[in-house]
C-alpha cells in the first residue's frame, strides 16, 4: 500500500518541520512544505496528494487566508481530503467549510496529543470522512442555544406553535393535542408573550409568532 501523500502549509517555521517530521515517521510522504498560500492550488494540481493540511491564519494578513485556499481546493479538487488546523474556535468560518463535502476535517491544535490518533484522523480525512473536533461540536451547540428565539418555549408551547404554522386555529390545535380551547389560548398568549411579539394595530402577531418558528426551523 503506498504511502499517504500529503501537502503540509502552516507558516511557523518550526511547527511546520515538526509536523512533516512526524508525518514522514509515521510513514506518510509529505510531498511539499509552503508558508504561504500563494501557489498551493498549483501545488496541489501539480503534486496530487491525498490530503492538504492548512492553517487558518496564514500570510500575508493572517486572517483567513488558508481557509479561503481550503474552500477552493474543495471546489476544485473534491476529491482530496482537507484537514484544517486552528489555533481557535472559529464556528462562522468552520461551518462554511464542513459544509462543502466529504474528506474534510477541522482540529484545533491545541487538542493534538496522541500521534496515533492523529494520523488515524488523516487517514480518515483522506478516504473521505468528515472529522470535527469535540470542542467545535461544543461551540456550535452553545452558539446554536444562545440563538435560538423559541428556546424559552415550553415544550407544550412549542407543540402549539408548530400547529399554529400549519395553519390550524386554535379549536383545530385542542382536538390535534387532546386539550381545551380554553388551554390554546393560554399557550398562545404565553407564546405572544415570550416571544416580545407586542401587539400592534399592523402585525399579526400569531404571524409574526409563525415566522418566528418558520425561521428557527
Not at 499517504?4 to 509536523?19: H, K, N, Q, T
Not at 491525498?50 to 471546489?75: F, H, K, S
Not at 390535534?176 to 401587539?199: A, D, F, Y
Request: charge should be negative; aromatic fraction near 2%.
Amino acid at each position: 500500500m503506498s504511502a499517504l501523500r500529503v501537502i503540509l502549509a502552516e507558516d511557523d517555521v518550526l511547527l511546520r518541520e515538526g509536523v512533516a517530521s512526524l508525518l514522514e515517521r509515521s510513514g506518510l510522504e509529505v510531498v511539499a512544505q509552503v508558508g504561504d498560500c500563494i501557489g498551493l492550488l498549483e501545488l496541489v494540481r501539480d503534486m496530487e496528494p491525498e490530503l492538504v493540511m492548512v492553517d487558518i491564519r496564514m500570510p500575508p494578513t493572517q486572517t483567513t487566508e488558508g481557509l479561503e485556499a481550503a474552500g477552493e481546493i474543495r471546489r476544485q479538487f473534491p476529491g482530496t481530503g482537507v484537514l484544517v488546523l486552528s489555533a481557535h474556535v472559529e464556528v462562522e468560518h468552520a461551518m462554511e467549510l464542513l459544509a462543502s463535502g466529504r474528506g474534510i476535517g477541522y482540529l484545533l491544535k491545541s487538542r493534538v496529543s496522541d500521534v496515533a490518533e492523529f494520523i488515524d484522523t488523516l487517514e480518515r480525512i483522506a478516504k473521505g470522512a468528515s472529522v470535527v473536533d469535540p470542542a467545535l461540536v461544543q461551540e456550535l451547540v452553545s452558539a446554536r442555544r444562545r440563538n435560538d428565539p423559541l428556546a424559552v418555549l415550553s415544550v407544550r408551547e412549542r407543540d402549539v406553535l408548530a400547529l399554529m404554522a400549519e395553519g390550524r386555529s386554535n379549536a383545530g390545535i385542542a382536538r390535534q393535542l387532546w386539550i381545551t380551547g380554553g388551554t390554546v389560548e393560554k399557550h398562545v398568549r404565553s407564546i405572544l408573550t415570550k416571544l416580545s411579539l407586542p401587539e400592534t394595530g399592523d402585525d399579526n402577531r400569531r404571524v409574526l409568532a409563525v415566522l418566528n418558528f418558520l425561521e428557527a426551523r
